[in-house]
Nanobody, 119 residues
Framework: QVQLVESGGGLVQPGGSLRLSCAAS????????MGWYRQAPGKQRELVAS???????NYADSVKGRFTISRDNAKNTVYLQMNSLKAEDTAVYYC?????????????WGQGTQVTVSS
């Protein structure tokens, strides 16, 4: 069994910063990619940023230059530093990871953490 536990969401004013964390635990043999997705009300879930085990990163155009994804492989943890937040960043943010359990790769999701950007 694998769990992804997120933390760090909340309410912030426009222009402010937040840092999200997501820790993976359980019967993990290896983690390939970890990332963050978000879903705003009435919209589809979208990729925000991802990072591979080799630290190769990918960002949505809407967050480039404002968000930074990083990873601590020893702790099976991924972080998302969000700066210069805008109202349109308001969404539920979900952690995602591609994890090998025993000999099988699978896709895992966290429970989501709310980020609200408002004055």
């Amino acid at each position: 069994q694998v769990q992804l536990v997120e933390s760090g969401g909340g309410l912030v004013q426009p222009g402010g910063s937040l840092r999200l964390s997501c820790a993976a635990s359980g019967s993990i043999f290896r983690i390939y990619a970890m990332g963050w997705y978000r879903q705003a009300p009435g919209k589809q879930r979208e990729l925000v940023a991802s990072i591979t085990s080799a630290s190769s990163t990918n960002y949505a155009d809407s967050v480039k230059g404002r968000f930074t994804i990083s990873r601590d492989n020893a702790k099976n943890t991924v972080y998302l530093q969000m700066n210069s937040l805008k109202a349109e960043d308001t969404a539920v943010y979900y952690c995602n990871a591609v994890i090998m359990v025993h000999t099988t790769w699978d896709n895992y999701w966290g429970q989501g953490t709310q980020v609200t950007v408002s004055s």
